[in-house]
């Protein structure tokens, strides 16, 4: 699968945030930065691109963790997008510091 | 159900506090109150030298009262800030973790603030121990993470030279 980017990274970018999917000694991420706020179409393809990109142990053991991040993109749509500055933290209960952080650094997001 | 170990190695049976703060506004509202407390206790005597101030995140309208983050700082002298998400209990022990990331961008971006995130069930327990881990963290001192068993990141400086948790006392 090819990252579907939206635009080239670029910390000038008004609109920018990453996802990531962390855990002690495990870090990956997809971000994006780009001049326009991010479409929350191109939300749910990142956060795929990543559960997609990751090895299938980590990406399970993350499962609900995904679907807690999709469920906070429509959410978060359904009221406009959201922004300037908002992070979230799925943690997987009972699996140490196992967790999926949806992250908007500046802008706008998930419109 | 997070870390469950004290002194001895065997599990800690806690008081939890608003357990049902997920389902309840009122509750919601009280642990909400509660850590804004526990932080002005942390932060006391560095409010003025670093300019903590609050709430940093959830910026949106109407908010979605879930816990995450149910309290959040920054200090954008430190560039550092606190991150608080409050779970639902699933059983009677301790659960608490803390450890150290990044907001808006990597540590060599001089625009990105470091952050301290605390995941707890709120009791009596944990917060003790995230009194103590945001107080160091307020004052702009480091913080020392050490991962227990099954990967809980929790501060060092709550843990015995045996590598279990210190016997609980009164909070500072």
Redesign the interface.
Known sequence: LAAPRPSVLS?MEPH?GRFQA????FEASERWAQGTPLQALMGHHLLSYLEDKIPRKQADLRRDGFLKAHDLID??AS?GG??????????V??????RV?V?V??GWAFV | ??VRLNERGSRIVVTTLFPRFLEDPAEYKQSEGFWVDLWGRAERYTREEFRWSHP??????PP?RDG??IFSARSLVLRRGV?V?Q?EP?GPNLDF?A?L?N???DVT?P?SIQ?L?I?CVLSEESARLSLGVMSQWAQGHSISLD?RE????VPTHALDSAGSYRRFGSAA
Do not use: C, M
């Open positions: 910390p920018r962390q855990a002690h000694g959410r978060l009221q959201g922004g300037p500055e908002i992070k979230k933290t799925f943690l209960r009972g699996g140490g510091s196992r952080d992250e650094w500046a | 159900v997070g940093w995140l959830e910026n949106w309208s979605l995450n983050p991150r998400v779970l699933l973790q450890w990331d907001f808006g961008g971006n625009r952050e995130v995941a991962y099954g990967g809980f990141p």
